[in-house]
């Protein structure tokens, strides 16, 4: 970059008092690149004198949620607030932007956008997009001047080295690729006790480092136990862990000049690790072998620098072994200092060219293999740093090869979207309380080798029972019985509860299959798009779904429910010439008429009183034996309809398309319609055929 391209300038205010317009300015530093200045500068947001001032937000576009966004809208009146519910009744989409006038601002538009937060997946890309979206929308009405905050404080967790160069490359890459851009000045307005982000955006600028590669998110991938030490799988740069101890893969000269990792740790280290390595060891290291020294300016205490032998294409396991000695020799080293926690790269995966299963495999046979024979190690942490254009395929490695040990962890965090990731990727089997077709054996043997048929009605133990009848019981409404036209004829029988004969359990192998190859799916999804919003956090939702809050934590029935994938227990009246054909095909949309209220699919209730209309038919009314299902829902991403719509299949959530008949993709579109409107019950409908599984057959009478 030449220098008429981007200079540079500090520039501190002639007065310290405040101006006219309240705003108080201890310095700014500005660059100017091709023909933008870009600057940041201490103020309040809401009284810069620009084009446009862009506000971080929730996705319901809430505008009271976030010091932030509270104080735009105190200043620009409540008009604000009132435009962007008329404009975007359901909010907006994480990343993308929301177009309001300013108020009583000294601008021309407000941009407004909600961010992922940090350590999610896509967080970074996501930030980035959402300057391109602000800048684009600028261009797209002439404008020139544009006021962001830092975006990094508050929710979105975002770390200011990170945040503040994400933005310097999103408007280098915006400018870039827009020559023509009517964009003049990008100003970055940091609150005046905010010093860190402030100093952050300063350094940035002045540095000006557009190299990193910003498809690259740092995130956890995975977390486990083998034996007595946690493994944590991470996405970021290992010169930057602080650990006690880190390990580098080097040549046998011990050059480390040589190899990025070996040059990026040598760097940030500074030049007298190098000179200790020349010093002390001139011969270099033999492959296979390792070599401690100090760690300069690191964050850690030593480093060990480890030559992997070269790879062994004819014999894999050659290699494994190669790699599973060389981290036992490196463990070796952190127990003889008492160190508890070590960090490795993916060794072998760069210039050795091993294949990432042979690396990964061998790593963590080295772990486990160390464990066994160290049972008092002081060892307790090990982290494997990935990082580089391969990250994708290397972390895929690593959660494949720690199936294994799965079993002894607790695995990723539950609410994550790794923790999705790893679900995804699971063996399936049938849930652990199923009595019939049992845990020991895959889904796929049973369906394989059994001949005992592919369902079986079970009658449950006592706690299951008790847990079942309660649920039905806690979502009773009696004051609605007899209330609306599915109703019609229940109110003669004059009953005001209902009472649990018996609770059976469907084990029905090839139903179970195909709702969690649906579920599966749903995994994938929220593992990269994030994790499904609750009912009760959408814009205008009445609330928590009656079933889910009546369960206890330590109920039976929240085994193997899954809440980030939005998996819950509904009930499903269902008259007496349809249960079987239930127990054996499931829940089928397809033969469902299509008068329903949003369309041809299959409907489930949160009350046991709406369950109970559809058990007769409305001419035949009785207090006989009647049965409902507890069905086993996966709502995934839900829209939320306030009015009656006859969808064919949910519709897209792409912000202004809302279309169930659109081109987008099923990644793009919602999983399933709740009618929570002015009804009497509120409607939870689903348009697949293998989105629920019929778990509990209820056998009740009307008392």
């Known amino acids: 970059m030449s220098d008429c391209e981007s200079s540079e300038h500090s520039v501190s205010s002639e007065n310290n008092s405040s101006t006219v317009k309240d705003v108080q300015e201890s310095d700014v530093t500005s660059r100017d690149y091709k023909h933008v200045n870009i600057s940041v500068k201490e103020g309040a947001l809401e009284k810069e004198e620009v084009d446009v001032i862009v506000n971080s937000t929730s996705d319901n576009l809430k505008l009271r949620h976030g010091r932030g966004s509270r104080a735009l809208l105190d200043a620009a009146g409540a008009g604000l607030q009132t435009e962007c519910k008329r404009k975007y009744p359901t909010g907006i989409q994480k990343g993308d932007v929301a177009v309001t006038g300013p108020g009583n601002l000294e601008c021309k538009f407000i941009f407004h956008g909600c961010l992922q937060k940090y350590g999610s997946s896509d967080a970074e890309k996501i930030y980035m997009q959402f300057i391109s979206k602000c800048l684009k929308e600028l261009d797209s009405q002439k404008l020139s001047s544009i006021a962001f905050p830092g975006l990094t404080s508050g929710f979105l967790k975002f770390p200011k080295n990170v945040?503040?160069?994400?933005?310097?490359?999103?408007?280098?890459?915006?400018?870039?690729?827009?020559?023509?851009?009517?964009l003049k000045e990008v100003r970055f307005v940091i609150h005046s006790e905010d010093n860190d982000t402030f100093k952050a955006f300063g350094d940035a600028i002045k540095a000006w480092d557009l190299s990193p590669n910003p498809d690259i998110e740092r995130k956890v991938v995975c977390r486990f136990l083998i034996n007595q030490i946690t493994v944590l799988i991470k996405v970021d740069k290992i010169e930057e862990e602080e650990v006690d101890m880190i390990v580098n893969s080097v040549n046998k000269t011990l050059d480390l000049e040589k190899g990025s990792l070996s040059k990026a740790l040598s760097t940030a280290a500074g030049p007298e690790m190098a000179k200790e390595c020349r010093r002390d060891h001139p011969s270099g290291v033999t492959e296979g072998n390792v070599v401690v020294s100090s760690a300069g300016k690191l964050k850690c205490k030593i480093i060990c620098h480890a030559c992997v032998p070269t790879y062994n294409q004819?014999?894999?396991?050659?290699?494994?072994?190669?790699?599973?000695?060389i981290v036992i020799k490196c463990l070796e080293?952190?127990?003889e200092n008492q160190y508890n926690c070590v960090a490795f790269p993916a060794l072998g995966t760069l210039y050795k060219n091993y294949?990432?299963?042979?690396?990964?495999?061998?790593?963590?046979?080295?772990?486990?293999?160390?464990?066994?024979?160290?049972?008092?190690?002081?060892?307790?942490?090990?982290?494997?740093?990935i990082y580089g254009d391969q990250h994708a395929e290397i972390s895929k490695a690593f959660v494949d090869e720690s199936v294994p040990y799965q079993g002894a962890c607790s695995g990723p965090e539950r609410g994550t979207q790794e923790f999705?990731?790893?679900?995804?990727?699971?063996?399936?089997?049938?849930?652990?309380?199923?009595?019939?077709?049992?845990?020991?054996?895959?889904?796929?043997?049973?369906?394989?080798?059994?001949?005992?048929?592919?369902?079986?009605?079970?009658?449950?133990?006592?706690?299951?029972?008790?847990?079942?009848?309660?649920?039905?019981?806690?979502?009773?409404?009696?004051?609605?019985?007899?209330?609306?036209?599915?109703?019609?004829?229940?109110?003669?029988?004059?009953?005001?509860?209902?009472?649990?004969?018996?609770?059976?359990?469907?084990?029905?192998?090839?139903v179970y299959e195909n709702y969690s190859h649906f579920?599966?799916?749903?995994?994938?999804?929220?593992?990269?798009?994030?994790?499904?919003?609750?009912?009760?956090?959408?814009?205008?939702?009445?609330?928590?779904?009656?079933?889910?809050?009546?369960?206890?934590?330590?109920?039976?029935?929240?085994?193997?429910?899954?809440?980030?994938?939005?998996?819950?227990?509904?009930?499903?009246?269902?008259?007496?010439?349809?249960?079987?054909?239930?127990?054996?095909?499931?829940?089928?949309?397809?033969?469902?008429?299509?008068?329903?209220?949003?369309?041809?699919?299959?409907?489930?209730?949160?009350?046991?009183?709406?369950?109970?209309?559809?058990?007769?038919?409305?001419?035949?009314?009785?207090?006989?034996?009647?049965?409902?299902?507890?069905?086993?829902?996966?709502?995934?991403?839900?829209?939320?309809?306030?009015?009656?719509?006859?969808?064919?299949?949910?519709?897209?959530?792409?912000?202004?398309?809302?279309?169930?008949?659109?081109?987008?993709?099923?990644?793009?579109?919602?999983?399933?319609?709740?009618?929570?409107?002015?009804?009497?019950?509120?409607?939870?409908?689903?348009?697949?055929?293998?989105?629920?599984?019929?778990?509990?057959?209820?056998?009740?009478?009307?008392?």
């Open 163 to 182: 945040a503040s160069k994400n933005a310097c490359r999103a408007l280098a890459q915006y400018i870039d690729a827009n020559p023509n851009t009517s």
């Open 314 to 325: 004819s014999d894999n396991s050659v290699s494994k072994l190669d790699i599973q000695n």
């Open 333 to 335: 080293k952190a127990d």
């Open 355 to 385: 294949p990432s299963q042979i690396t990964a495999e061998g790593m963590l046979k080295g772990v486990d293999q160390f464990s066994k024979s160290h049972t008092q190690s002081s060892l307790k942490t090990v982290i494997i740093v």
């Open 420 to 510: 999705c990731r790893q679900l995804y990727h699971r063996e399936l089997h049938p849930p652990e309380y199923w009595t019939e077709f049992t845990l020991d054996k895959s889904v796929k043997f049973w369906k394989t080798e059994c001949d005992k048929g592919y369902h079986k009605l079970v009658d449950v133990d006592s706690s299951t029972h008790k847990a079942v009848e309660k649920l039905v019981q806690s979502t009773w409404q009696s004051q609605k019985v007899g209330q609306g036209r599915d109703a019609k004829g229940l109110l003669e029988l004059k009953y005001s509860s209902l009472k649990v004969l018996k609770v059976q359990r469907l084990e029905n192998i090839d």
């Open 519 to 703: 579920r599966a799916r749903l995994f994938h999804k929220a593992g990269d798009i994030g994790i499904f919003e609750q009912l009760s956090s959408l814009s205008q939702s009445t609330g928590d779904i009656a079933t889910t809050k009546s369960l206890k934590e330590d109920s039976i029935l929240k085994k193997e429910l899954y809440p980030e994938i939005n998996e819950h227990f509904l009930f499903h009246g269902t008259k007496p010439d349809t249960y079987k054909k239930i127990l054996s095909q499931g829940l089928d949309f397809r033969m469902a008429g299509e008068k329903g209220m949003f369309g041809q699919g299959v409907y489930l209730a949160e009350s046991s009183t709406k369950a109970d209309q559809y058990t007769d038919d409305k001419s035949a009314r009785s207090k006989n034996e009647k049965r409902m299902f507890l069905v086993r829902s996966c709502l995934g991403k839900i829209h939320l309809a306030k009015t009656d719509n006859k969808f064919q299949r949910p519709p897209c959530f792409q912000t202004g398309c809302e279309s169930d008949a659109c081109e987008h993709s099923e990644r793009q579109r919602c999983d399933s319609v709740v009618g929570d409107g002015s009804w009497i019950f509120r409607e939870f409908v689903s348009y697949n055929h293998h989105q629920n599984y019929p778990e509990y057959l209820i056998t009740y009478k009307r008392v």
